[in-house]
């Protein structure tokens, strides 16, 4: 069984009518191949090429973006979790919150065959029997693997856009991190309600996760441009500069670059007259992956994921 589905949110404010200004949301749901084989795991790598492939038709960058649902994956090398967590293309990155930004686990990650470290984590079985609560419990063997997750852009993940990531707010509901191997309500659980507990082993076969998202709404919703023809790019991945593109209309403004290590660092800030439409910057950060946010007179005009060689 497979389904991929995505849906545009906004936040409806309460002077929407008057302002006209919000914050948008995408969501991509997912449900692809199951199964433990080789062609299972390559039907798994070619559903999400697909998905992603008609997602970069739609955007330049990843928006304010979550990619999420039943990914059936074994381990975080499979072929379809490499292409959210790293492309080749860093514009289209998704993270996956427990390894980063909270380094709760790090890569690489086999919650197939090491349950008990990914423990609190692992969503697939609610259930250590086949034949109970009924006949078509699905899968069983009470908790064992990690199917279920949601991937979050890098707007997110840095806050760029007024919609951030709680640190440490993804939680799998009614896995107490002692479910290896036993059903959700066995013994005793209080990571949630006892009725929640027993509705999660009685309902599905799968333990629901969620985290949480904090909307800022203090300012005007949507940081966009002053005007369309303000618009900046950069030449990725990164070697000795950053090579910087301006259009026409920032010409002649001041620029100010921030740029962020994976862990929400600053690693550089400049300030800088665009003086042509191109601007090289001298870039001594070290090699890795970075989130560089432009704005000028205090507006953020654009974002992107850079990888400095």
Same mark, same amino acid.
């Given at each position: 069984m497979t389904d991929f589905d995505t849906y545009k949110l906004?936040?409806?404010?309460?002077?929407?009518?008057?302002?006209?200004?919000? $914050?948008?949301?995408?969501?991509?749901? *997912?449900?692809?191949?199951?199964?433990?084989?080789? #062609?299972? /795991?390559?039907?798994?790598?070619?559903? $999400?090429?697909g998905e992603m492939a008609q997602i970069e038709t739609h955007f330049t960058t990843l928006p304010n973006m979550i990619n999420m649902g039943d990914f059936n994956t074994h381990t975080s090398t499979e072929a379809c979790y490499q292409t959210l967590v790293a492309p080749t293309n860093l514009n289209y990155r998704y993270y996956?919150?427990?390894?980063?930004?909270?380094?709760?686990?790090?890569?690489? /990650?086999?919650?197939?065959? *090491?349950?008990?470290?990914?423990?609190?984590?692992?969503?697939? #079985?609610?259930?250590?029997? #086949?034949?109970?609560?009924?006949?078509?419990?699905?899968?069983?063997?009470?908790?064992?693997?990690?199917?279920?997750? $949601?991937?979050?852009?890098a707007n997110i993940i840095n806050n760029a856009n007024k919609i951030s990531y709680i640190p440490h707010s993804f939680r799998v509901i009614g896995n107490d991190g002692n479910r290896v191997g036993v059903s959700a309500n066995a013994?005793?659980?209080?990571?949630?309600? /006892?009725?929640? +507990? *027993?509705? +999660?082993?009685?309902?599905?076969?799968?333990?629901?996760i969620t985290l949480d998202l904090l909307v800022n709404t203090t300012d005007n919703a949507v940081a966009t441009a002053p005007a369309d023809a303000e618009k900046v790019?950069?030449? *990725?991945? +990164?070697?000795?500069?950053?090579e910087v593109h301006v259009t026409k209309g920032l010409v002649g403004k001041s620029l100010d670059i921030t740029c962020m290590d994976e862990l929400g660092r600053v690693q550089m800030e400049s300030n800088i007259p665009s003086t042509s439409e191109t601007i090289d910057i001298p870039c001594s950060i070290s090699p890795g992956m970075y989130f560089l946010k432009f704005s000028t007179n205090g507006q953020i005009i654009g974002q992107s994921v850079i990888q400095k060689r």
């Open positions: 906004y936040y409806k404010s309460p002077d929407l009518a008057t302002t006209h200004d919000t $914050i948008f949301l995408y969501v991509t749901l *997912n449900h692809d191949n199951s199964g433990t084989s080789g #062609s299972s /795991a390559t039907t798994r790598a070619e559903q $999400i090429a996956d919150p427990p390894f980063y930004p909270d380094a709760t686990f790090s890569y690489p /990650a086999d919650w197939d065959d *090491n349950p008990a470290t990914y423990a609190p984590c692992l969503t697939v #079985s609610t259930r250590e029997s #086949s034949t109970v609560p009924n006949s078509c419990s699905g899968d069983n063997n009470g908790g064992k693997s990690w199917y279920d997750h $949601i991937f979050l852009s013994g005793t659980n209080t990571s949630a309600p /006892a009725a929640v +507990v *027993n509705d +999660v082993f009685q309902m599905s076969e799968h333990y629901p790019t950069v030449v *990725n991945p +990164v070697a000795g500069q950053l």
